[in-house]
Structure formats: C-alpha cells, structure tokens
C-alpha cells in the first residue's frame, strides 16, 4: 500500500514563507509525477506545482515566481517552498503521486492533507 504524509503547514502572516513536506511510502511500480495540489473552501481541488520524474516542472500561473516544487534526494519526498505567501494561498495543501502499479494500470495517490492559512 501507498501513503503519502504530509507536513509543514500553518498560520503565517502574509509576506511569509512555509515549507511543505511530503513523504512517500510503499512500492509504485513506476512514478510519472508528484504534484502539490490545494483546495480552498467553495472552490475545487487545483493544481499548484508538479515535478515528472525527469525532473520537469509546471507551476499554476499564481504562484510562478513565489513557490519551488522539489524532490528530495531519495524521490520518496516531495517539497513545496512557498515564499510572499498571500492571503488567497490559503487552502488545504495535498500531496500527490501519479503512478503506475503495472505496465498497464496508472492510480493516483493523495495524502490527507495540510492546511495553510495566510493571515494578518
């Protein structure tokens, strides 16, 4: 089984910076990427940054310039420095791992969860 753990979020005023940490266990046959995605109230579950497994990287257009996707040095943890945190950063913050389980079948995987809220 895969889980995937989550840590690193908090109450931060706005201009500050959080680091979120995700950690990886268990056997993926084969990962294609690993993402961070967030979920604020009233609105739906988005894309924030992703990293394939060659190393590419793709932002959401509002945090270009102000959040850095990394994998660490094993690639079973993934990272997220969010610097000139603002307001509308805040959200549930979920990590994710697309991968295959066969040389057919790709699931994506997502842990729990941690929340950010940037706030005066």
């Known amino acids: 089984q895969v889980h995937l753990v989550e840590s690193g979020g908090g109450l931060v005023q706005p201009g500050g910076s959080l680091r979120l940490s995700c950690t990886v266990s268990g056997s993926i046959f084969s990962t294609v990427a690993m993402g961070w995605y967030r979920q604020a109230p009233g609105k739906e579950r988005e894309l924030v940054a992703s990293v394939t497994s060659g190393g590419s990287t793709n932002y959401a257009d509002s945090v270009k310039g102000r959040f850095t996707i990394s994998r660490g040095d094993t690639k079973n943890t993934l990272y997220l420095q969010m610097d000139s945190l603002k307001p509308e950063d805040t959200a549930v913050y979920y990590c994710?791992?697309?991968?295959?389980?066969?040389?057919?079948?790709?699931?994506?995987?997502w842990g729990q969860g941690t929340q950010v809220t940037v706030s005066s």
């Open positions: 994710n791992v697309r991968g295959y389980r066969d040389y057919v079948n790709m699931d994506d995987y």
